[in-house]
Nanobody, 120 residues
Framework: QVQVVESGGGLVHPGGFLRLSCVAP????????FDWYRQAPGKERELVAS???????NYVDSVKGRFTISRDNVKKTVYLSMNNLKPEDTAVYHC??????????????WGQGTQVTVSS
């Protein structure tokens, strides 16, 4: 059974740092694109960052310059490094693995999520 498992969340002060990890040992990892989504209570789920199989990265404007998405195909792990965290970054963060082409995408695989809380 394919699994996508996140870790690395926690409680951090404003201005702090966290690195989230997403391991997907059951996937043919290198051909998958990965997304990090987040959902705060009472809010819509938001796409935060994406990385393609070729390593191209995209970010939502609110995290540009603070968050970095990266991947290690050998370890089958995707990372989200989050600097200068703000209270509005508080949410459950989910990893999503998907195969994408120019005009198609496969059904994706979701992890259970990891809680990030930014508070003084």
């Amino acid at each position: 059974q394919v699994q996508v498992v996140e870790s690395g969340g926690g409680l951090v002060h404003p201005g702090g740092f966290l690195r989230l990890s997403c391991v997907a040992p059951g996937l043919t990892f290198s051909i998958y694109a990965f997304d990090w989504y987040r959902q705060a209570p009472g809010k819509e789920r938001e796409l935060v960052a994406s990385i393609t199989s070729a390593g191209e990265r995209n970010y939502v404007d609110s995290v540009k310059g603070r968050f970095t998405i990266s991947r290690d195909n050998v370890k089958k792990t995707v990372y989200l490094s989050m600097n200068n965290l703000k209270p509005e970054d508080t949410a459950v963060y989910h990893c999503h693995g998907v195969r994408r082409g120019a005009d198609w995408s496969s059904p994706g695989y979701w992890g259970q999520g990891t809680q990030v809380t930014v508070s003084s």
